[in-house]
């Protein structure tokens, strides 16, 4: 893949890296779920952020089969519905697939207006699932939780990507 200018070179992820963010995601979200407020339906999904930014950086590391069983265990966190948010992971996981070489050619701000559709898509298959099978509608501010998540895309991304980055070397002989 050709490089765009300016852009440093990576140094390879390490799994361990990889699913102890994944991991640290989800108890991120079970935190927020028994934390002070609650269940309420304007909190971001940190745990779909990190999906998303790890299904877009690593597509072979990271799937939607993962995104299937972290929706499952946060079901069953959340004693909801079993399979509305592994409904939601997946679909997300797919679509951030779908995009994934394209998303990388962006600047971060541009990345996170190009998320923001897959987290509003992520969150009305949740609402709809909940209509559906005969629960209320949370109310309005469902509706800032995508926003928050693609407010988060930034920051997500420099902290995760902060372990890749090479040390600026001094020797002018080498380019890389």
């Not at 304007?42 to 069983?69: C, E, K, N």
């Not at 939780?145 to 902060?162: G, K, M, N, Y």
Request: with cysteine.
């Amino acid at each position: 893949m050709i490089m765009r200018p300016g852009k440093q070179l990576l140094l390879p992820v390490k799994p361990f890296f990889i699913w102890t963010s994944l991991i640290v995601a989800m108890l991120c979200n079970m935190l927020q779920n028994m934390g002070l407020w609650g269940r309420a339906a304007w909190i971001p999904d940190v745990l779909a952020v990190v999906l998303v930014f790890w299904t877009v950086h690593q597509p072979l590391r990271v799937s939607i089969g993962a995104a299937f069983m972290f929706g499952l265990l946060m079901d069953v966190h959340q004693a909801g519905l079993l399979g509305q948010n592994a409904m939601a992971y997946t679909v997300l996981s797919f679509f951030a697939t779908t995009i994934h070489r394209r998303l990388l050619w962006f600047s971060l701000p541009s990345q996170a207006a190009q998320v923001f559709p897959l987290f509003a898509v992520s969150h009305a298959i949740e609402l709809l699932v909940r209509i559906v099978s005969g629960g209320t509608f949370p109310g309005i501010h469902i509706f800032l939780a995508p926003v928050f998540e693609a407010l988060l895309w930034p920051l997500a991304s420099v902290v995760l990507l902060v372990p890749q980055l090479r040390a600026p070397d001094p020797d002018e002989n080498r380019p890389l």
